[in-house]
């Protein structure tokens, strides 16, 4: 079976894993202790910490281990909420965020906070001019993420932090999906926070990161000891934070070779459907604002749950996002994108990475026209 779901998640690289292995048994001390045992494992920790920090363009001060994507933009949006509700209760995020996103700012709504849902156009792009309206001095938050995780859209997040620097707002981003498939410099981004998790770049589920700008106070958002520089108390994740430096190392290393191999596979996989289904397949998302790994395709009067059913005993890919795909129904990102329902229900999302050969991508086009092609002939 051909693997095409990597926005969902990406298999452990095994070279992850013999980072690993070692923290398994032999290096077992609490990275607390003073004793070599100890100091062992607060040395891995601090590689680590080292490692994605550069990732990034970060200082090692800067990075918070977290258990994932999710407590990272937990910790950001209701932190910056907390910190900052005396000044305003106005935060701004995109229309299609995901839900780790969208759910910690339901919540604050039920808790008084306004939350303004700035549209994107059909290429899966924010307003800016919108975004600059719904500025307010009220406005202490802002939320867009640099990729979207369906689409693969990127954000001009400079272009944001332009307007929210001066007028003093601060800027968030869920970055989950891009790290790993793009250059990211935090300083160029203008950030003064942004989301990482490890699982969507080859390390183990349940680690992931927080990027906070020196100078940016959060309140202390896990009350214990004082680990993660008295923000987060716990016995840290040594495994998994080990894993996560070196999926950071490895990501650095082999980014510029991988993102050009991967581009020039989802483009022969887009060029293969388009060429067999001519005026049947739509491309969702930007034409070249795109992550390099994500093509988001639209059979035309097609379910995409149905084409998903025939391909599952040949290809993996999803109808859109892992964590809040409607089976039933067209996805709420291409709702909000304004893509119409002949090619949205239509939608699959085919997501390429590390492990993907070019075999693989013939093969998966192959399958797809094939399954395409049976639908149509039934309509």
Not at 78 to 83: D, F, L, M, P, Q
Not at 203 to 231: C, D, F, N, T
């Amino acid at each position: 079976m051909i693997y095409l779901d990597y926005n969902a998640t990406t298999p452990l690289d095994r070279r992850v894993a013999d980072a690993m292995l070692p923290f398994l048994f032999e290096h077992f001390g609490n990275p607390s202790s003073s004793h070599r045992f100890g100091q062992v494992t607060r040395a891995a920790i601090d590689s680590a910490r080292e490692e994605v920090a550069r990732l990034i363009g970060a200082s090692t001060d800067e990075i918070i281990f977290t258990s994932g994507g999710t407590e990272s933009n937990n910790m950001a949006i209701k932190g910056i909420a907390e910190r900052d509700v005396q000044k305003g209760r106005h935060i701004v995020i995109s229309a299609f965020e995901h839900p780790a996103i969208t759910e910690p700012c339901a919540y604050l709504e039920k808790k008084g906070f306004r939350i303004t849902r700035i549209p994107v156009d059909k290429t899966g792009m924010i307003d800016l001019e919108a975004l600059e309206k719904a500025l307010t001095s009220e406005t202490i938050l802002v939320s867009v993420m640099l990729a979207n995780n369906e689409v693969g859209t990127l954000q001009p997040l400079e272009a944001i932090s332009a307007l929210t620097r001066p007028r003093g707002i601060t800027l968030h981003s869920d970055a989950a999906q891009a790290i790993g498939k793009m250059p990211v410099d935090i300083q160029a981004l203008g950030v003064d926070l942004l989301t990482i998790a490890g699982h969507k770049f080859y390390a183990p589920k349940g680690i992931g990161a927080l990027y906070l700008r020196r100078g940016v106070a959060l309140p202390v958002w896990m009350h214990g000891a004082s680990h993660e520089q008295g923000r987060r108390a716990g016995t840290e994740n040594i495994l998994e934070i080990v894993g996560m430096g070196e999926a950071a190392r490895l990501a650095r290393i082999e980014m510029n070779e991988e993102i050009t191999r991967l581009q020039t596979l989802r483009d022969l996989l887009w060029q293969n459907l388009q060429t067999a289904l001519p005026d049947r397949v739509f491309l969702h998302g930007h034409p070249t604002a795109r992550l390099c790994n994500t093509l988001n395709v639209g059979f035309s009067d097609l379910r995409g749950l149905d084409l998903a059913q025939d391909l599952q005993d040949q290809v993996a890919c999803s109808l859109g996002s892992a964590c809040h795909s409607n089976a039933h129904g067209m996805s709420s990102v291409l709702q909000v994108m304004g893509i119409s329902p002949q090619t949205g229900m239509g939608a699959l999302r085919l997501s390429l990475g590390r492990m993907t050969q070019r075999e693989e991508i013939e093969k998966a086009a192959n399958a797809l026209v094939y399954a395409a092609k049976q639908r149509y002939r039934t309509l």
